[in-house]
């Protein structure tokens, strides 16, 4: 079955720039879509087919996917943007949808 | 407004059943498929199971395959999970998630606040 690696965590300093990877093979390939969740939410989408951003999520959030890697790009982080990052794809071969166990990001 | 409410979890023996259901508004239902996805404490997002729009076309993760049943009731506006055979490691918080298309393929927006099932004696 199709596997998605994410680093654990990720930390950074407010007003940096944050990237959280997703590791798969070939995901260039694939469309990747990306979740935010904070602690007792549910998920909520920030980045879907890659690089769209749905409305109502700030321009600071970005992605971008090439190879075997797919990046979650937050620009001028922010204390609020302190969450769990999850990625997804849709895996053609499985009919099954995958997700990456997860990188929880600190605001220092 | 979009909306995707959870119900029927609880605190279940090993072995028994239970079953969830998610009651949709604010789209039209059945254009879309939809997800169950679980998340069990302190872990992790794992896909459960998804059905599309017309039910031709359902999908299980493998450590659910043969013992959960997804369907849906689209004069009812309604998802549900059939759980059997329960594990102590399907203890988590289930979330109902809609699809962006009518197939099984896209991506989750928006989810529901999820319904707790807890495997245990």
């Known amino acids: 079955s199709y596997v998605l690696t994410q680093p654990p965590s990720v930390s950074v300093a407010p007003g940096q720039t944050a990237r959280i990877t997703c590791g798969g093979n070939n995901i260039g390939s694939k469309s990747v879509h990306w979740y935010q969740q904070k602690p007792g939410q549910a998920p909520v989408l920030v980045v879907y087919d890659d690089s769209d951003r749905p409305s109502g999520i700030p321009e600071r959030f970005s992605g971008s996917n090439s190879g075997n890697t797919a990046t979650l790009t937050i620009s001028r982080v922010e204390a609020g943007d302190e969450a769990d990052y999850y990625c997804q794809v849709w895996d053609s071969s499985s009919d099954h949808q995958v997700f990456g166990g997860g990188t929880k990001l600190t605001v220092l | 407004e979009v909306q995707l409410v959870e119900s029927g979890g609880g605190l279940v023996q090993p072995g028994r059943s239970l079953r969830l259901s998610c009651a949709a508004s604010g789209f039209t239902f059945d254009d879309y498929a939809m997800h169950w996805v679980r998340q069990a404490p302190g872990k992790g997002l794992e896909w459960v199971s998804g059905i599309s729009w017309n039910s031709g076309s359902i999908g299980y993760a493998d450590s659910v395959k043969g013992r959960f049943t997804i369907s849906r009731d689209n004069a009812k506006n309604s998802l549900y999970l059939q759980m059997n055979s329960l594990r102590a490691e399907d203890t988590a918080l289930y979330y109902c998630?809609?699809?962006?298309?009518?197939?099984?393929?896209?991506?989750?927006?928006?989810w529901g606040q999820g319904t707790l099932v807890t495997v245990s004696s």
């Open positions: 998630a809609k699809d962006r298309v009518g197939a099984t393929t896209g991506w989750f927006d928006p």
